[in-house]
């Protein structure tokens, strides 16, 4: 008896409990990096469901039904807290699986990008006016423009939407002359359109790979934002205030990263992003 449960205490102490990373492509990795930085004992596991990307344009029903795929596939893997670091789920499948779908699974908690980018970003403007990027599916649901009343009112919030700029990034031709004449013809309508905003924020977790040639072409005045730090910051925020579920997050600082893509494609661009060489196990969704 002794023996099996000591068996069984080893099988669960050997187990493990990662924190789950979602995002339809490589955009969630610029989340993941930030927050390797500053919570980097924790073991993390990145799904990258690139095979469907970009989610952008899609409905709601089937933003919710990838997700909720994906997610379901991170619990399988042994994920108690899975962050959908991904503005479009978060913006169309988070709310629905938090009522829908968690209280099957009592102990998993998924988050979102959006609340904790609106809960700080007013304070980086000065003129209390904003413009946020994002896809196409983002804007529209106006998931911004709700969070932003209740949790910083007298910020104006103006939204843009940017459908192409996912496709170059996934398709890997934002460097190239066509991608950077769309991604610079999209700011200057951005800037001409909102000439009183002093904050650009990225609601894209993609975008932030664009961060620096779009500082390139802004004025210094204006403050272009990524969402990677505030969501790290959030996280270990959530995690001192969820002791419980903190305590199960195995901590051994490593790192897997699943893709539903050919998984050289994706080590390719992720590696770039990351900053180091990673190895990338390609899935599909059982
Ligand atoms: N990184 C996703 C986001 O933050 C991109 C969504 C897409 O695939 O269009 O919205």
Redesign the pocket.
Known sequence: MIFITAFFVLLSMNKSNPIGFF??????LTVLKEVQKILPTYDYLYLGDNAR??????TADVVYEYTWEAVKTLFKYGCDLVVL???????KALRRIQHENLPEYPGKRVLG?IRPSAEVVGDFSKSNNIVVL?????IASNTYVDEFSVLSPITKVNQYACPLW??LI?NKKYNSLEGKAFIKNDVEMVLSSFPRADVILL?????PILQSFIESIVPKTVRIVSQGEIVATSLKLYLERHEGLDQKITKNSSSQYLTTENHEVFEDLASTILGIDVNVEQIKFK
């Open positions: 995002d339809s492509g490589y955009g969630g990307a970009p989610y952008g344009a899609r670091a991904c503005n479009t789920a978060s913006a990008v994002g896809t196409e599916g983002t996912v496709p996934e609601g894209c977790t993609h975008y």
